[in-house]
């Protein structure tokens, strides 16, 4: 009779058992990295200015920050994996830049370094393509610089540590750096391209009566400033329009507020006191919409106060005379101009939810009486602090009737603003 306790049998068996333990702990080891990678709930987002595509990001398991590029017609998505650490919230308006016609995308994502502090990286794609793809570059930066993308989508501008530089997409070569002039360094500039060839700068929040306004030459290789503003010392936010023909400049910490010329900084209009201005758009005929005694809102979009029913909206024409006045019973953000007609506002009312996109509302009013035409229930913006963070102001778009947004759940939804119609775009889950 053959034996029992043969050690080959043993030997065997240990080794069947061995294979088992590796195929469970590899299989779990795979899981746990998904997993780590998943994101519960996006909780910021960002429409390209034209098109549709839309950035949208969320916290993973991980600990960072995780961002993905949606295309909200057909469904296209493009990963763009790890942008930041959770701790660099604010940085989240500013690592990512569309070109004006929504076709082309740059960002920054961090990366790690062996044996170094982490690094950004600068990445593009072409959003025109079939199936875009992530084009990496070769220039890496030690913090998220203020940048931008040009319209035809080949050179990006940024500037850090006083000193513009213009890139070459989709290699990153630098094609050429320039210092800032002595008088705007150290400070924090937000540029945009008005075309492939110029570059706008306008300085952050200022603490000076006359700071000034440059721009950057591609052509020539040369910085230059072409304006300034007289503020009304101390303290001053300037806001650009889209193309940069038109500025919005809060002074007296944003209790008096005026419509400038975008390029000069010359005034063109002062406008009538509204209380504390909290949030603003420029409409298709130049004219402004303000928000006013409105919450005000952390990055994260969660209200730290309200005003309740002294919230208050304001239009403006494009000389500054007052169209209407309306008292809104919630606080929030002016999100667009539908028609020449209409706005849509983001409403947030004082209750708070478990969810950061819960208690929202989303109206649809007639400029022309303040009536509500349609109101939809938790529906929540992309964000609350782009007015104080985007480099431009969002340009109307007439017509579009799409609006993207959170629902409650924190799923993109798209938005037939006319219909009410939500179709459903893309949950945390699929985002992986």
Known sequence: MAATNDPRRFRVRAMLAGVFLVAVLGSGAVYGVRLSRSVATLRFGLAAPAGPWVFVAGDSRAGDVRGWLVDRGDGRRLALGRLLDRRDQETLYQVISFSRDGRHAAWFSRRSAPFGKPYYRLDSANLTARVPAAVASVFDTPTVPSFAVSPSGTTVASVLEDQVTVIDLPDGQPRFMLPLPPFARRRKHLLFYLDDTHVRLIPGQKFEPRPQILELDLNSRTIAAVGAVESDYPGLFLRSSHDGSRMLALERQRTKNSIRDGRTGQLLALLPPVGKLGNAYFLADSGVATMSGSAEFNVSGVATRIAGPRALL????????????????????????????????ALRAPAQGSSQHEHWVVQHVDMRTGRVLRSLRGLAPLSTMSFWYLPTLRPPRLGDRDYPCFDAEGNLVSVDIFTGVTTLVFTPGHLR
Do not use: I, N
Not at 314 to 340: I, K, N
């Open 314 to 345: 304001a239009l403006f024409g494009a000389d500054g005379a007052e169209r209407l006045r309306l008292a809104l019973p919630e606080g929030g953000v002016v999100e667009g101009q539908p028609t020449a007609e209409t706005l849509l506002l």
